[in-house]
């Protein structure tokens, strides 16, 4: 158990990671290659946040239980229960994100008429 919460954990901490890096990458008017891929990494963040949801309080009953056992939990997986926090901030800034994309979209929208 200790193991597969770690995993979890570890993969959403990473994804996190990844969708943060992309969706800081500037995307300046015209720059269609950079718009796309900040708009793929908005995608995988909208795809994955109903199972990051879901995924929150069986890990956090697996970790209560292996502390009602006296199971030791490593640092490492005590340092990963931060995560949701930093899912929750990566949620909202994929919305920033949009908003100011949409802006961009808006403006080259204007622009063909």
């Not at 979890?8 to 994804?15: E, G, H, I, Q």
């Not at 990671?17 to 890096?21: L, S």
């Not at 950079?34 to 900040?38: D, F």
């Given at each position: 158990?200790?193991?597969?919460?770690?995993y979890?954990?570890?993969?959403?901490?990473?994804?996190i990671?990844?969708?943060?890096?992309g969706?800081?990458?500037?995307?300046?008017?015209?720059?269609?290659n950079?718009?796309?891929?900040?708009m793929a990494?908005?995608?995988?963040?909208?795809?994955?946040?109903?199972?990051?949801?879901?995924?929150?309080?069986?890990?956090?009953?697996?970790?209560?239980?292996?502390?009602?056992?006296?199971?030791?939990?490593?640092e490492e997986?005590?340092?990963l229960l931060?995560?949701?926090?930093?899912?929750?901030?990566?949620?909202?800034?994929?919305?920033?994100?949009k908003?100011?994309i949409?802006?961009?979209?808006?403006l080259?929208?204007?622009?063909?008429?």
């Open positions: 158990m200790n193991h597969n919460s770690c979890s954990l570890t993969n959403l901490a990473n994804f990671r990844e969708a943060d890096e969706m800081l990458q500037p995307v300046e008017e015209g720059d269609y950079g718009l796309v891929n900040v990494y908005l995608m995988n963040v909208k795809e994955r946040q109903e199972i990051t949801n879901e995924m929150f309080e069986p890990l956090k009953e697996t970790i209560a239980l292996l502390r009602f056992y006296d199971q030791d939990i490593s997986v005590n340092v931060q995560v949701p926090y930093h899912s929750s901030r990566t949620n909202h800034e994929s919305g920033l994100k908003f100011s949409s802006c961009l979209c808006r080259k929208s204007v622009d063909f008429k």
